[in-house]
């Protein structure tokens, strides 16, 4: 079973809520924390892949809590073809799935790690990189 990708939007008031563990424990869930930003107001953002039976079981669950749950369907795309080596997409890629291989100083994708938040999409000089639904 391939891990599903979502995001999570909390708000201060469930902060400090233990709601990772509850998925784990509750249901059953093989959780990894991609990308987690808490801001001072106390307010969240989570970037998750899960894997399990009970994934729908805790997507109510956080729903109930308040949290609001998005499923990230979208995926990016780099057109090897297009793509000059330029690194321009490695400074800023947030996760490092656009990143330089050394010594060769090409630059490679790791789909695995993006989070599909398009920043790439918005530097690159030749358009090398595409979003597919």
């Known amino acids: 079973m391939s891990p599903k990708k979502i995001v999570l939007r909390f708000g201060p008031d469930i902060s400090d809520k233990p709601i ?13 924390i991609v ?4 801001n001072p107001q106390r307010e969240g ?19 109930e809590m308040g949290v609001q749950v998005q499923s990230l ?14 690194g321009a997409c490695t400074a800023i890629c947030p996760t ?7 010594p060769s100083m090409e630059v490679n994708f790791d789909s695995d790690k993006c989070l599909v938040c398009q ?8 358009r090398a990189m595409e979003v597919r639904i």
């Open 35 to 38: 990308k987690a930003n808490v």
């Open 20 to 32: 990772i563990y509850r998925l784990v424990k509750d249901y059953d869930l093989l959780i990894s």
């Open 96 to 102: 490092g799935a656009l990143f330089m291989e050394r």
């Open 45 to 63: 953002t989570m970037v998750l892949d899960i894997t399990g039976d009970q994934i729908e079981g805790g997507m109510n669950y956080l729903r």
């Open 73 to 86: 369907t979208q995926e990016m795309v780099r057109d090897e073809g297009k793509c000059t080596m330029c």
């Open 119 to 126: 920043l790439c999409l918005k530097i690159c000089p030749v």
